[in-house]
């Protein structure tokens, strides 16, 4: 089993940046698929990145790429997302996820983390 600790939300004005990080305990984040979603108000959590397990092979939500870069420190046991260039639709709370499957879908993710919010100010 794994536990997910997110970090590093807040308030950043428009075109800001912002780093999340997501401590893992249990089990290496190398071990898994790991993932960000964010979730919206009266929405389904909706898929923003993920690293693969082997390679670190990365993938990004469309409106994301070129923004947002998912990365992870195996020594640290540490996910990342380095979120430039916020824009205020990016408000949402994020959460980081691990599973064992490579998927968009939050069916595919075992271990969530409590979430952490991100504002966006225009």
């Known amino acids: 089993q794994a536990q997910l600790i997110e970090s590093g939300g807040g308030l950043v004005q428009a075109g800001g940046s912002l780093s999340l990080s997501c401590v893992a305990s249990?089990?290496?984040?190398?071990?898994?698929?790991m993932g960000w979603f964010r979730q919206f108000p009266g929405k389904e959590r909706e898929f923003v990145a993920r690293?693969?397990?082997?390679?670190?092979?990365?993938y990004y939500r469309d409106t994301v790429k070129g923004r947002f870069t998912i990365s992870r420190d195996n020594a640290k046991n540490t996910l990342y997302l380095r979120m430039n260039s916020l824009k205020p639709e990016d408000t949402s709370i994020y959460y980081c996820?691990?599973?064992?499957?490579?998927?968009?879908?939050?069916?595919?993710?075992?271990?969530w983390g409590q979430g952490t919010q991100v504002t966006v100010s225009s």
């Open positions: 996820a691990a599973g064992d499957t490579i998927s968009i879908s939050e069916r595919a993710y075992d271990y």
């Open positions: 690293i693969s397990r082997i390679g670190g092979r990365t």
């Open positions: 249990g089990r290496t984040v190398s071990s898994y698929v």
